[in-house]
Structures are given as C-alpha cells and as structure tokens.
C-alpha cells in the first residue's frame, strides 16, 4: 500500500468543510484530489459551482488520486475519534487505518475542474477572513419573514462585490419580493482597478459558512480578479484557497436560465452573436431579447409584416391596437410592424404562457394591417 501520510482530524475537516462547497457529485465519480507538492499534501476540488485547495501536513509521495469526498467525511470522523489516522492508496481504493479498524472507498475518477492562476489579476484586494465573514452573512441572509417558494424563485441567485477607494462592499438586492437592498462594506486595500463583479449567491453562502467556523481562524485574505474581464474570483489565505465563477450582471445573468426553460419546453433554439434568442412557435419566429431596466426584461418579438410604408392609416390603427390591448404592444421599425410584450427577467417561470399569449394576440393581425400599407403586396407573415 501506497501511504499518503498520517493526516490529523483538523486537516480532514478544513478539506471536507471547503469541499463541500464545489459540491463534488458521488454519482458522477467525483470527489477530492490529492498529490504532493513540496513535501506537503495538497488536497483540490473543483467543479462547475466553485474550486478550491487546501495545503495540508508534511508527506512524501508520487501520484494523484481521486478521493470521494464521502470517504473525507468518514476520514474526519474516525480522526475525531482515533489518536492517529493513516491515509493509504491500494489496488484503486483509499484506506484509512487507526488504531481499531479501518475504512474502505474505491477511487474516484472523474475529471476536478483546476483553481486557475491569479497571479495575472488586475485587481488585487487585501481584507481578513472577519471582514470578508461579515460581508457575506449579511448579503446572503435571506430577508425576514417567510418566502413561499414562488418568491423565493423569483429572487436572482445573485450578490455583487463592489470594490471602490479602500472600501470592498456586497450588494445583495431583493426588490422582486419588496425587500430592501443589503449593503454591507469593510475597510480593504485595493490595488489596481476598481469596479463590481456578481457571484452566485447560493456559493457565496456556502463560503460564509466554512469562514465563520472557528477553525478557520482570523487571518490576511487576498481577493483577486479581473475587473473587466475576469471569468472568475480567487479568495486566498496562507493554506487554502478558494475560486468561484463570475456571472454576468444585469439582465444578462439571466441568458442560461432562459436558454435552459426553452430547451425544456422543446423549441428548437437558435442563438445569435448579438445575445438575441430565435424560436419558433406556430409558424412564428419570435425573437426574445435580454434588456437592462429599471428591472430586467426579457423583450419577446414577431415581425408581422414587412415592407410596407408608415401612412397615416397604418400608423392610426396600430395606435388604436395599443389603447384595446394590456399584455402585446405594436411598433413601427423602419418598413416592418413588429408586435413586442415584455416580461419580467425574475417571472421567467411563466415563459411559456408568456410566448402563447404574444402569438395568439399576433395571429392573423398582420393580414389586415398590410392592407394599410401601400408600398407594394410583399408581406411576411411569421
């Protein structure tokens, strides 16, 4: 057997409890990788909700293994229990033996998404793990009082770090269900260009709990990323380090979850470079459109007709088809009559009521309205 040292209860836990976070899925083969670098054990998760390393008890060994992050969980159990707990590798399992038994898991195998290299950050902010706590347990908490799940869904999972002149804040807003937005800030030295970036707030729930056990302790924490275009944020202390993806702000952050529901409803859709959405529905081609607002909306669109002149008659008719209706709208874009409805970003769960009723209020409506145009017969009807 292939000994990965004798690993105390604290490294097992500080490895599971940041772990935990990546959420590595058993079922999927993943789990926690291990190897040696430097005469120490290196422990890395890394999936598609955030990565981590955890820089663990002097060893020496060759090879890296894939250990399922149940196993650690057990590790630290028997650890917490046991004087001594030596790690070992043999014939594709790891084993675990103390003094009154031992324990047994095959191997994972699946691929650990790495924890990228910060050193080429633009944006480097100094704070502590106390700061940093705080900042997290207030912009995560849920607002007070009882959500049913249909508010609770209609709130992005979404906070904001906003880093300005010695100051790193979250902005954690939950005006879809009337509540105030949090703002907490603590004191940070910030070096290189300042700005905001967006995390999962689901994650950035997860990391608070893992900063405010008592292990963890007070320390220095640096937070790296790149302003402008950074595909992800970097948490680093002295032993461990943790990464989570940044998403888009705004309306965009929505873009996944819109393409995702239209899937599921089975259109077949086509995506274009501009971030528009094209599907179609009962010979319609709607257009469906991410826009910044007040609140974000998803703008969905069908052009009635084209080619046709803005006269008098047609501009009068379209003006009386927005006084009768409530839910679809008409416009003029140069010589095509397009039917518009918008929808709330945080109300996307009602998409596919929302894509009917803009069909239906748009059926046959084009038929009458290119008799009112007098710039030639050509008329598409999508």
């Excluded at 995390?199 to 790149?226: E, M, Y």
């Amino acid at each position: 057997m292939l000994s990965l040292g004798v690993v105390s209860f604290e490294e097992f836990d500080m490895v599971y409890m940041l772990s935990y976070i990546a959420w590595p899925i058993e079922p999927e083969d993943q789990g926690v990788r291990i190897y040696e670098v430097d005469g120490r054990r290196v422990w890395r998760a890394g999936t598609e909700f955030a990565a981590a390393r955890f820089t663990g008890g002097k060893a020496s060994f060759t090879g890296a293994y894939t250990i399922p992050l149940r196993f650690i969980k057990e590790c630290a159990s028997r650890a917490n229990l046991e004087s001594k707990v030596e790690l070992f590798i043999s014939d594709g399992h790891a084993v675990a033996v103390s003094e009154h038994g031992q324990s047994k898991m095959a191997l994972a195998k699946a691929e650990v998404l790495p924890v990228e290299d910060a050193t080429q950050c633009t944006t480097k902010i100094e704070t502590t793990t106390v700061g940093l706590q705080h900042l997290l347990d207030f912009s995560t908490s849920a607002p007070v009082g009882v959500l049913t799940e249909q508010e609770a869904n209609m709130v992005p999972d979404i906070i904001t770090f906003v880093v300005e002149d010695n100051l790193v804040g979250v902005r954690s807003e939950y005006a879809e269900v009337d509540c105030k937005t949090a703002f907490p800030q603590w004191e940070a030295s910030i070096d290189g260009p300042v700005g905001e970036f967006s995390l999962f707030r689901r994650v950035a729930r997860q990391f608070f709990h893992f900063l405010s056990n008592p292990k963890v302790g007070s320390f220095p924490v640096t937070i790296s990323t790149d302003i402008e275009k950074g595909s992800f944020v970097q948490f680093a202390s002295d032993s461990w380090v943790f990464q989570m993806p940044r998403i888009p702000s705004g309306a965009a952050r929505f873009y996944t979850e819109l393409t995702n529901r239209l899937d599921h409803l089975g259109f077949n859709v086509e995506e274009g470079s501009d971030g528009k959405v094209c599907v179609q529905i009962s010979d319609c081609n709607v257009v469906l459109q991410l826009l910044d607002g007040r609140v974000p909306v998803l703008r969905t669109t069908i052009e009635l007709i084209s080619g046709v002149e803005s006269t008098p008659d047609l501009l009068n008719e379209i003006q009386q088809q927005n006084e009768g209706r409530i839910f679809t709208k008409f416009f003029m874009s140069e010589s095509s009559v397009i039917a518009c409805a918008d929808l709330r970003c945080s109300d996307l769960y009602h998409l596919e009521d929302h894509l009917n009723g803009l069909v239906n209020d748009s059926d046959l409506l084009g038929t009458y309205l290119a008799s009112l145009g007098v710039a030639g017969d050509e008329m598409s009807l999508f």
